[in-house]
C-alpha cells in the first residue's frame, strides 16, 4: 500500500521556465492538498482539491500558480515563470475524506531550486 | 485567523530523558490536532492525530494530549533516543480542512 507519491524529488528550473509537480495520493484517498515550506519557514497551506474540482485555493499565489486533480492521474502543481522566490520544498497530502474528520498522510516533497 | 505556537523552538537534551514539547493555538475551534516529524531534508510523517473530542493518544513511547478549551497541546517524549532527533511539529485542522502549522520544535538527542 503506496503511500503518497511525489515526483520529481529534486526539480531545477532556470528563471522563466515551467515547474510542474506531480502527486499521486493513497489508494482510496480523493482528497489533495499542497503545501509549501520556503527556506527557514514553516509550512504553508496553498490548494485544497478533490477529483476535478478546487475546494480552496486561498494560499495559492495570485499569479503564475495553478493546480488540478483530473478524474485521472496525479495532482499536478504547475508554477509558470518561475522566480528564484519560488525555491522550495513543495508537499502534497492526502486524506481519505474531508480533513476535518480525518488525519492526512504527506509524501516526501519535491525540492524546487531555481537558478 | 488561527495561529499556531510552539514552543521551545530547539531542545538538546541526553539520551534517556523524557520530554515535553508545547503546542497552543489562537482558535480553540479545531476538529482535530495532529503531530508530525519531519527529518531533514525529508517529508513529514505522521505521529499521533487527536480528534477533537479526545484528550490524548499514545503510541509507544509518545503520548500527545488536546486540552481545547485552554488551546493547548503537549507531546510528551518517554526515554528519549538519538533516533529521536528531528523536528516535531504541531498542526491543527479547523473548518475548511486546512492544516495550520506551528514553527517546529527541533530536537536533538545526544548520545
Known amino acids: 500500500n503506496a503511500g503518497v507519491m511525489q515526483n520529481p524529488r529534486h526539480l531545477v528550473r532556470r528563471r522563466g521556465q515551467e515547474a510542474r509537480l506531480r502527486c499521486s495520493p493513497m489508494?482510496?484517498?480523493?482528497?489533495v492538498y499542497w503545501y509549501r515550506q520556503l527556506p527557514e519557514e514553516g509550512l504553508k497551506f496553498m490548494v485544497y482539491?478533490?477529483?476535478?474540482?478546487?475546494?480552496?485555493e486561498s494560499g495559492m499565489p495570485k499569479e503564475r500558480f495553478s493546480a488540478e486533480f483530473p478524474k485521472e492521474g496525479p495532482s499536478i502543481l504547475r508554477i509558470q515563470q518561475v522566480v528564484r522566490g519560488d525555491s522550495a520544498a513543495y508537499f502534497c497530502?492526502?486524506?481519505?475524506?474531508?480533513?476535518?474528520?480525518?488525519?492526512?498522510?504527506f509524501g516526501s516533497g519535491t525540492r524546487l531550486t531555481v537558478v | 485567523k488561527q495561529e499556531v505556537t510552539q514552543i521551545p523552538a530547539a531542545l538538546s537534551v541526553p539520551e534517556g530523558e523524557n520530554l515535553v514539547l508545547n503546542c497552543s493555538f489562537t482558535?480553540?475551534?479545531?476538529?482535530?490536532l495532529q503531530w508530525f516529524r519531519q527529518d531533514p531534508g525529508k517529508g513529514l510523517t505522521s505521529l499521533l492525530l487527536?480528534?477533537?473530542?479526545?484528550r490524548e493518544q499514545t503510541s509507544g513511547r509518545l503520548n500527545a494530549s488536546l486540552d481545547k478549551s485552554s488551546g493547548r497541546s503537549t507531546l510528551y517524549i518517554a526515554a528519549s533516543q538519538p533516533g529521536d532527533s528531528a523536528t516535531y511539529l504541531c498542526?491543527?485542522?479547523?473548518?475548511?480542512?486546512?492544516?495550520?502549522f506551528g514553527e517546529g520544535t527541533q530536537l536533538t538527542v545526544n548520545p
Open positions: 497530502a492526502s486524506s481519505p475524506r474531508s480533513g476535518e474528520g480525518g488525519g492526512y498522510t
Open positions: 487527536i480528534q477533537s473530542s479526545q
Open positions: 482558535d480553540s475551534a479545531i476538529y482535530n
Open positions: 498542526a491543527v485542522i479547523t473548518s475548511g480542512s486546512r492544516l495550520t
Open positions: 489508494k482510496g484517498h480523493s482528497h
Open positions: 482539491l478533490q477529483k476535478e474540482n478546487i475546494i480552496d
